[in-house]
């Protein structure tokens, strides 16, 4: 199966290309639509959750090898979990199939980035996390395997070589001697020394050269096996080394995405052991040069696991379900035991020292806008432990507007505003927040239902969100601009709170 993720901005012009292909069907949707027409309407719902997202739009086509093919229900199955895999958890759909081209089955999965919470599904190296949701779909709907772009230039293994590592649980010569290349390469920026790495490995290398000295090929040898560098692979080749060397040189440590992904992924399943604790496995990484950095909340529960290589960095999730904190533990058996390990791992990552340059900052108590979200900032901040370290008065947030305000009446800014209470109560962790005589505003959240009630004088609900379904008569003026003014207020208080933290970095 062969996958490709296209972003844009136009939900209409695509759904038309889409559902006028000759032979096109719809075969999975949670929408009530029959048309492009009332199909871009219905997504406008969610684009109005989010209207100055740059690319709305997410279109996604999956392609079955010549001569395969899934029956509806199938096809079906595989779109669940391919959007499952991918975040597409409470997003409007439309899958498509086509059969227009013999020989050709595919289908175009049309999808709002933006949840029906307002919160937006993360693009970052969607591409790559999507090649890995493929290879499960192919082994779980047997299809036929197709490598991922990082991989289509080894040479690929014989059906002798695939039951030969089943059965040994060893890679092969060849498997090996990829690895090792790839991790050597990226350590090193000349011929020389990546020789002499791969000979420290336990590779031997031999480079023909022509009359004039010039080198034209390489041959490897490892564990009594010898070959060519093109039998290994197109990318072992001696021009591609060459390329592929330069490419480094001239980057430093800056890999292309495919490389930065492949490299951490072989550190990874270099260094991981069976049964070693976190703290030993993050040590690990670092003497390999990968850090990996674990997130805690303030209440000390883990957020999760990130690596980092020269200047990229990439969360664990994305990498692979393997490499994410709970993939860790689970797949490779990597042991964590929070009374043994955190305050470790809390002193390697010197977060302990942080922690208590952050508590001997001010806390604001006054001077604050009297808002909802003024409050809900400070919650949000009392919760990370982050301090603020001086009052943002009012009239710094009113020449300030929020940059994120669309410009539309009534239903846009009703939206907007149920958004942004999604949007902070999901970082609470509540579902509900507000109390009379000490809060401005009331947010009662129960499944897709919301409900925002003013507390002020004569209590009464200004916003009230049942499904697909807004209420907001009572919404005024001067509520969206208090949420407005008191969203900027916490976008500046996060911002300095940034900033006071490199500082102490």
Same mark, same amino acid.
């Given at each position: 199966?062969?996958?490709?993720?296209?972003?844009?901005?136009?939900?209409?012009?695509?759904?038309?290309?889409?559902?006028?292909?000759?032979?096109?069907?719809?075969?999975?949707?949670?929408?009530?639509?029959?048309?492009?027409?009332?199909?871009a309407?219905?997504?406008?719902?969610?684009?109005?959750?989010?209207?100055?997202?740059?690319h709305?739009?997410?279109?996604?086509?999956?392609?079955?090898?010549?001569?395969?093919?899934?029956n509806?229900v199938?096809?079906?199955?595989?779109?669940?979990?391919?959007?499952?895999?991918?975040?597409?958890?409470?997003?409007?759909?439309?899958?498509?199939?086509?059969?227009?081209?013999?020989?050709?089955?595919?289908?175009?999965?049309?999808?709002?980035?933006?949840?029906?919470?307002?919160s937006v599904?993360?693009?970052?190296?969607?591409w790559?996390?999507?090649?890995?949701?493929?290879?499960?779909?192919?082994?779980?709907?047997?299809?036929?395997?197709?490598?991922?772009?990082?991989?289509?230039?080894?040479?690929?293994?014989?059906?002798?070589?695939?039951?030969?590592?089943k059965?040994?649980?060893?890679?092969?010569?060849?498997?090996?001697?990829?690895?090792?290349?790839?991790?050597?390469?990226?350590?090193?920026?000349?011929?020389?020394?990546?020789?002499?790495?791969?000979?420290?490995?336990?590779?031997?290398?031999?480079?023909d050269?022509?009359?004039?000295?010039?080198?034209?090929?390489?041959?490897?040898?490892?564990?009594?096996?010898?070959?060519?560098?093109?039998?290994?692979?197109?990318?072992?080749?001696?021009?591609?080394?060459?390329?592929?060397?330069?490419?480094?040189?001239?980057?430093g440590?800056?890999?292309?995405?495919?490389?930065?992904?492949?490299?951490?992924?072989?550190?990874?399943?270099?260094?991981?052991?069976?049964?070693?604790?976190m703290?030993?496995f993050?040590?690990?990484?670092?003497?390999s040069?990968?850090?990996?950095?674990?997130?805690?909340?303030?209440?000390?529960?883990?957020?999760?696991?990130?690596?980092?290589?020269?200047?990229?960095?990439?969360?664990?999730?994305?990498?692979g379900?393997?490499?994410?904190?709970?993939?860790?533990?689970?797949?490779?058996?990597?042991?964590?035991?929070?009374?043994?390990?955190?305050?470790?791992?809390?002193?390697?990552?010197?977060a302990?020292s942080?922690?208590?340059?952050?508590?001997?900052?001010?806390?604001?108590?006054?001077?604050?806008?009297?808002?909802?979200?003024?409050?809900? &900032? @400070?919650?949000? %901040?009392? /919760? *990370?432990?982050? #301090?603020?370290?001086?009052?943002?008065?009012?009239?710094?947030?009113i $020449?300030?507007?929020?940059?994120?305000?669309?410009?539309?009446?009534?239903?846009?800014?009703?939206?907007?505003?149920?958004a942004?209470?999604?949007?902070?109560?999901n970082?609470?962790?509540?579902?509900?927040?507000?109390?009379?005589?000490?809060?401005?505003?009331?947010?009662?959240?129960?499944?897709? &239902? @919301?409900?925002? %009630?003013? /507390? *002020?004088?004569? #209590?009464?609900?200004?916003?009230?969100?049942?499904?697909?379904?807004? $209420?907001?008569?009572?919404?005024?003026?001067?509520?969206?601009?208090?949420?407005?003014?008191?969203?900027?207020?916490?976008?500046?208080?996060?911002?300095?709170?940034?900033?006071?933290?490199?500082?102490?970095?």
């Open positions: 199966m062969i996958g490709k993720i296209i972003k844009g901005s136009g939900f209409q012009g695509c759904l038309c290309y889409v559902m006028g292909k000759t032979g096109a069907a719809v075969i999975d949707t949670n929408m009530d639509g029959n048309n492009p027409y009332s199909l309407t219905e997504f406008s719902l969610s684009w109005q959750l989010r209207p100055k997202l740059g709305t739009v997410c279109h996604i086509i999956l392609s079955l090898s010549p001569d395969e093919h899934l509806d199938s096809w079906q199955k595989a779109i669940a979990q391919y959007l499952k895999e991918m975040g597409f958890t409470n997003n409007q759909y439309i899958a498509v199939k086509h059969t227009d081209q013999e020989n050709h089955e595919h289908i175009h999965l049309v999808t709002s980035r933006v949840k029906m919470d307002g599904v993360s693009d970052s190296w969607d790559i996390r999507s090649q890995d949701v493929i290879r499960k779909l192919e082994k779980d709907f047997e299809l036929e395997s197709v490598p991922s772009s990082w991989e289509s230039d080894r040479q690929e293994q014989t059906k002798n070589q695939i039951e030969n590592e059965q040994t649980g060893k890679s092969t010569v060849k498997r090996q001697l990829a690895d090792r290349i790839d991790l050597a390469i990226t350590n090193t920026t000349a011929l020389p020394d990546f020789i002499e790495q791969l000979n420290r490995e336990g590779i031997e290398v031999k480079v050269r022509d009359r004039k000295g010039k080198p034209k090929g390489i041959a490897y040898k490892f564990d009594g096996v010898s070959m060519a560098g093109s039998s290994v692979g197109k990318a072992y080749s001696l021009p591609r080394i060459l390329k592929r060397l330069d490419n480094v040189s001239e980057r440590i800056q890999l292309s995405t495919s490389d930065f992904v492949s490299h951490i992924s072989l550190v990874i399943r270099e260094q991981v052991k069976a049964g070693m604790t703290p030993q993050v040590e690990q990484l670092r003497q040069g990968v850090d990996a950095h674990v997130k805690y909340t303030r209440n000390k529960k883990v957020k999760g696991i990130s690596y980092s290589f020269g200047d990229n960095s990439i969360q664990g999730n994305e990498l379900k393997e490499f994410s904190w709970g993939g860790l533990q689970k797949h490779l058996q990597v042991s964590y035991d929070p009374v043994r390990d955190m305050p470790i791992i809390l002193e390697m990552q010197g302990n942080k922690a208590t340059s952050q508590e001997s900052l001010p806390q604001v108590s006054e001077g604050l806008p009297d808002s909802l979200f003024a409050e809900l &900032a @400070l919650e949000l %901040e009392r /919760l *990370r432990s982050l #301090r603020l370290p001086n009052p943002i008065q009012p009239e710094n947030v $020449e300030n507007k929020l940059s994120i305000t669309p410009e539309h009446e009534g239903m846009d800014k009703a939206h907007l505003v149920a942004l209470c999604h949007q902070l109560l970082e609470l962790g509540a579902d509900n927040f507000g109390e009379t005589g000490k809060n401005s505003y009331s947010i009662q959240r129960s499944g897709d &239902a @919301l409900t925002v %009630e003013s /507390l *002020r004088g004569d #209590r009464q609900i200004i916003l009230q969100v049942k499904g697909q379904e807004i $209420e907001f008569a009572n919404l005024s003026e001067f509520d969206i601009q208090q949420f407005e003014q008191a969203w900027q207020y916490r976008s500046q208080a996060q911002q300095q709170s940034i900033d006071s933290q490199a500082k102490i970095g």
